[in-house]
């Protein structure tokens, strides 16, 4: 079974403070994606990144970052905490196969719930 | 354009009755098309996709979902409620070759005894 595990179910920081949230999956696969998840709004996609180093912005990437050093880790960062980034946070990583690759599913963690005061 | 419309936000149905969640999308090209369902304090799980063969897709737990190219629709139902159906699920489109995907916005499915 394909295991994702992100690195705390919950969490609770002060508005300025600096945020690692850390994903690993063990199935090799080449994409990983974090999420926001928000009563009413579905997940929105932060950033995703297709392989090793690469990244590319999803729909609401402003207030974060990301790093992908291994192919296995994911790392979301937020670089000064705010109360606004009061979120779930979904991780997700799928294979990449060549041609219609939108076609592979996602694997989801499960969710780390960030509080900032 | 991507994008996906889930057209209720709470369903209620009684134990051992029919669930019909609804899903409209709009994609310039053949979409890729997903339910999850998501249980409390739950990661997603998936319960079904599209994927240009079959029109009707079986998922698990006895779902299934029709796609609807005239009517841009891929709306999920199963023939017979049970409480461990409660959870939220929602409608996903996948975008052709950057493995990028569209939620819904969710549908909470509450099931009364």
């Known amino acids: 079974d394909v295991k994702v595990t992100q690195s705390s179910r919950y969490l609770v920081k002060r508005t300025g403070e600096k945020v690692f949230l850390e994903c690993v999956q063990d199935m090799d696969h080449e994409n990983m994606f974090w999420y926001r998840q928000d009563p009413g709004l579905g997940l929105r996609l932060i950033y995703f990144s297709y392989d090793v180093k690469m990244k590319e912005k999803g729909d609401i990437p402003e207030g974060y970052s990301v790093s992908r050093e291994k192919k296995e880790r994911f790392s979301l960062i937020l670089e000064s905490a705010s109360t606004n980034q009061t979120s779930m946070y979904l991780c997700?990583?799928?294979?990449?196969?060549?041609?219609?690759?939108?076609?592979?599913?996602?694997?989801f963690g499960p969710g780390t719930r960030l509080t900032v005061l | 354009a991507q994008s996906v419309t889930q057209l209720d936000s709470h369903v209620s149905v009684s134990e051992g009755t029919p669930v019909l969640l609804r899903c409209n999308y709009s994609?310039?090209?053949?979409?890729?098309l997903f339910w999850y369902v998501q249980h409390p304090n739950k990661g997603l799980q998936l319960l079904l996709k599209?994927?240009?063969?079959?029109?009707l897709v079986k998922g698990i737990n006895g779902f299934e979902a029709e796609f609807k190219k005239s009517e841009t629709s891929f709306h999920l139902t199963k023939p017979s409620a049970h409480m461990s159906d409660a959870a939220e699920y929602f409608c996903?489109?996948?975008?052709?070759?950057?493995?990028?995907?569209?939620f819904g916005s969710g549908t909470k499915l509450n099931v009364k005894p």
């Open positions: 994609s310039s090209y053949s979409p890729s």
């Open positions: 996903v489109v996948g975008k052709y070759n950057f493995n990028k995907f569209y």
């Open positions: 599209y994927t240009s063969a079959a029109t």
């Open positions: 997700a990583s799928s294979p990449r196969t060549s041609g219609r690759a939108g076609y592979n599913e996602q694997f």
